[in-house]
């Protein structure tokens, strides 16, 4: 199965199952598997709609001899990513379209547009339209937070993939998250401490 | 350390954890947990989810079960959460939905004085401590003797806790030492009639968590308010007793030790060897895996680590600390036992 990288514990659009994201290595390279462990009917459906729609969303590969298997193309595991990618395919409604974001996005937080041009070399700088540096270089930021990308020394407004190839469908899909990473991972936070029982005098 | 430095023939788990329990020479280390394994991915594997796996015995049992047959613990321990009998005592439970775990809601005491309390005549037959017994009882008949089935009764401080409320509770103890301790004399009887029933189910040993945490309660009031109940449950209840405290407990394991209780389930807060220090040889330790930042967040690589440290440490039961996170993978639950294993099998080859 390989090394659980993240967990729906339940899924909103599909009877409370859990879904599992894995991080496993075949063929001499890491592979992502969408599971779950339960076997009511329409299961394996689901996880099968969940893969599909992290291909769309993430611009991921389907590895050809399973259908819950994906990978990037450029070969590497991209895992803070591919949990960012995981956890937005699964809060998508069976019957909601399904197509890749694109590269600018409205930003209320600074009544402005933001977009984000990309290179081929896996690097992408952020503007605002309405030439706020400061918010362009927030959104990079949050942007290298939520995918593991490097910022660039040279223009804080501007951020690449350490494998340097382009993924613009996964820039889209963390373009509105980037806006206001704080929440993101507070939100990722208040996830990972659920479930866990504390003795009745630390409870709130 | 309990390995007997002769071999010993193998042993089926619940024969490995009794005899853990009593201290005496086993064929392994035996991996337990007294509090729960229940994960949201286990409860997918067998269509038990909570909260029914809570409150059907059916349910609760399948649960349970996993432990043995899925993880490879020596352990089943079916009541996963703190609430059983608060609930058939009337405190207002919340119950959640399958990734969290039911609480009391302690700001709606149903307590206020010693005299409130009463022991309901249905405390046995409500629904939620039954449950508890029926599980019991299917769990036995299909294990038999195979395995060890832990039940579980909260003592009288966490009662007060849920039935006080938190603060009431903590300042009552304060205030008034006289009224405190007539409380929770009031209050043993729960903890002794719903253990007593579990034996009756088929219960092997019982769990006691009774929360007087390292944060909030000093050795002091452990010795003033507890140890003298503690002794009289070893005494009262006529199974193996694994007293649960959560927190840095090594200032109160001495007098922990000389209550009669067999076992003491201890936090990760606390290191093996000096837990095994302060426990002079006087009580079984169990437990010790860190929840949150190994099984939780980590992989089966620390998972392991954790698991030689307390078998080096010479502790007599290994599992995690607590109840675990319902999120925890069960790679890292599974890689308890396999490290336990192989140590074993490491320090055979050895010699």
Same mark, same amino acid.
Not at chain 2, 49 to 61: G, I, S
Not at chain 2, 68 to 75: M, R, V
Not at chain 2, 179 to 188: A, E, I
């Given at each position: 199965?390989?090394?659980?990288?993240? %967990?729906? @514990?339940?899924?909103?659009?599909?009877?409370?199952?859990?879904?599992?994201? =894995?991080?496993?290595?075949?063929? #001499?390279?890491?592979?992502?598997?969408?599971?779950? =462990?339960?076997?009511?009917?329409?299961?394996?459906?689901?996880?099968?709609?969940?893969? *599909?729609?992290?291909?769309?969303?993430?611009?991921?590969?389907?590895?050809?001899?399973?259908?819950?298997?994906?990978?990037?193309?450029?070969?590497?595991?991209?895992?803070?990513?591919?949990?960012?990618?995981?956890?937005?395919?699964?809060?998508?409604?069976?019957?909601?379209? %399904?197509?890749?974001?694109? %590269?600018?996005?409205?930003?209320?937080?600074?009544?402005?547009?933001?977009?984000?041009?990309?290179?081929?070399?896996?690097?992408?700088?952020?503007?605002?339209?309405?030439?706020?540096?400061?918010?362009?270089?927030?959104?990079?930021?949050?942007?290298?937070? %939520?995918?593991?990308?490097?910022?660039?020394?040279?223009?804080?407004?501007?951020?690449?993939?350490?494998?340097?190839?382009?993924?613009?469908?996964?820039?889209?899909?963390?373009? #509105?998250?980037?806006?206001?990473?704080?929440?993101?991972?507070?939100?990722?936070?208040?996830?990972?401490?659920?479930?866990?029982?504390?003795?009745?005098?630390?409870?709130? | 350390?309990?390995?007997?430095?002769?071999?010993?023939?193998?042993?089926?788990?619940?024969?490995?954890?009794?005899?853990?329990?009593?201290?005496?020479?086993?064929?392994?280390?035996?991996?337990?947990?007294?509090?729960?394994?229940?994960?949201?991915?286990?409860?997918?594997?067998?269509?038990?989810?909570?909260?029914?796996?809570?409150?059907?015995?059916?349910?609760?049992?399948?649960?349970?079960?996993?432990?043995?047959?899925?993880?490879?613990?020596?352990?089943?321990?079916?009541?996963?959460?703190?609430?059983?009998?608060?609930?058939?005592?009337?405190?207002?439970?919340?119950?959640?939905?399958?990734?969290?775990?039911?609480?009391?809601?302690?700001?709606?005491?149903?307590?206020?004085?010693?005299?409130?309390?009463?022991?309901?005549?249905?405390?046995?037959? &409500?629904?939620?401590?039954?449950?508890?017994?029926?599980?019991?009882?299917?769990?036995?008949?299909?294990?038999?003797?195979?395995?060890?089935?832990?039940?579980?009764?909260?003592?009288?401080?966490?009662?007060?806790?849920?039935?006080?409320?938190?603060?009431?509770?903590?300042?009552?103890?304060?205030?008034?030492?006289?009224?405190?301790?007539?409380?929770?004399?009031?209050?043993?009887?729960?903890?002794?009639?719903?253990?007593?029933?579990?034996?009756?189910?088929?219960?092997?040993?019982?769990?006691? @968590?009774?929360?007087?945490?390292?944060?909030?309660?000093?050795?002091? =009031?452990?010795?003033? =308010?507890?140890?003298?109940?503690? &002794?009289?449950?070893?005494?009262?209840?006529?199974?193996?007793?694994?007293?649960?405290?959560?927190?840095?407990?090594?200032?109160?394991? #001495?007098?922990?030790?000389?209550?009669?209780?067999?076992?003491?389930?201890?936090?990760?807060?606390?290191?093996?060897?000096?837990?095994? *220090?302060?426990?002079?040889? #006087?009580?079984?330790?169990?437990?010790?895996?860190?929840?949150?930042?190994?099984?939780?967040?980590?992989? @089966?690589?620390?998972?392991?680590?954790?698991?030689?440290?307390?078998?080096?440490?010479?502790?007599?039961?290994?599992?995690?600390?607590?109840?675990?996170?319902?999120?925890?993978?069960?790679?890292?639950?599974?890689?308890? @036992?396999?490290?336990?294993?192989?140590? *074993?099998?490491?320090?055979?080859?050895?010699?």
């Amino acid at each position: 199965m390989g090394k659980r990288i993240e %967990l729906v @514990p339940m899924d909103p659009h599909f009877h409370d199952i859990t879904i599992a994201l =894995y991080q496993d290595s075949m063929d #001499g390279g890491l592979v992502l598997r969408v599971h779950t =462990y339960s076997s009511i009917p329409g299961a394996q459906d689901r996880v099968a709609f969940i893969a *599909h729609a992290m291909s769309i969303l993430g611009g991921m590969e389907a590895v050809s001899n399973g259908v819950s298997l994906l990978r990037f193309g450029c070969g590497a595991p991209h895992t803070l990513a591919s949990r960012r990618v995981f956890l937005e395919a699964c809060k998508i409604s069976p019957s909601a379209p %399904l197509e890749p974001k694109g %590269l600018s996005i409205f930003d209320k937080k600074s009544d402005q547009e933001i977009a984000v041009a990309s290179s081929d070399s896996g690097a992408y700088k952020v503007a605002a339209a309405g030439g706020d540096s400061a918010r362009a270089s927030a959104v990079a930021g949050g942007l290298a937070k %939520l995918a593991e990308m490097s910022k660039s020394e040279m223009n804080a407004a501007q951020v690449a993939f350490p494998c340097g190839q382009p993924h613009d469908a996964l820039v889209g899909l963390l373009l #509105g998250r980037a806006l206001n990473v704080r929440a993101a991972l507070r939100e990722d936070e208040m996830m990972a401490t659920r479930g866990t029982l504390v003795a009745p005098s630390a409870q709130n | 350390m309990v390995t007997a430095p002769t071999p010993v023939a193998s042993m089926t788990s619940r024969q490995r954890v009794l005899a853990a329990l009593r201290r005496e020479p086993v064929d392994r280390t035996p991996v337990c947990n007294p509090t729960s394994v229940a994960t949201v991915e286990l409860m997918d594997l067998v269509g038990a989810p909570f909260p029914d796996a809570n409150r059907v015995p059916e349910l609760m049992a399948r649960l349970a079960a996993t432990s043995y047959t899925e993880l490879g613990f020596d352990t089943i321990m079916p009541v996963f959460s703190i609430i059983q009998e608060s609930s058939a005592l009337g405190c207002k439970i919340q119950w959640e939905q399958k990734d969290n775990w039911p609480t009391v809601k302690m700001r709606e005491p149903i307590w206020t004085t010693p005299e409130d309390i009463k022991v309901p005549s249905d405390l046995l037959t &409500h629904p939620d401590t039954k449950c508890v017994l029926d599980a019991i009882r299917i769990l036995r008949k299909e294990y038999g003797n195979e395995v060890a089935i832990i039940g579980k009764t909260m003592g009288p401080w966490s009662l007060g806790y849920h039935c006080f409320g938190v603060e009431p509770f903590l300042l009552m103890s304060l205030d008034d030492e006289g009224k405190t301790k007539l409380c929770l004399d009031k209050m043993k009887e729960i903890t002794v009639q719903f253990g007593l029933a579990q034996i009756e189910a088929g219960a092997d040993a019982l769990t006691l @968590p009774d929360h007087a945490t390292g944060d909030l309660v000093s050795a002091e =009031y452990y010795a003033r =308010y507890l140890s003298e109940l503690h &002794h009289e449950f070893a005494e009262r209840l006529p199974v193996p007793i694994i007293l649960h405290i959560c927190g840095r407990t090594v200032d109160r394991l #001495g007098h922990i030790a000389e209550t009669g209780m067999a076992a003491f389930h201890y936090d990760s807060k606390n290191r093996p060897d000096e837990a095994i *220090h302060a426990a002079k040889n #006087g009580i079984a330790l169990v437990g010790n895996i860190n929840n949150p930042e190994t099984l939780f967040s980590k992989g @089966p690589e620390q998972v392991r680590c954790e698991v030689i440290q307390n078998l080096e440490a010479g502790i007599q039961l290994v599992g995690p600390e607590c109840a675990i996170p319902l999120q925890t993978a069960i790679d890292n639950l599974k890689e308890i @036992p396999k490290a336990v294993r192989d140590w *074993h099998r490491e320090r055979t080859s050895v010699n």
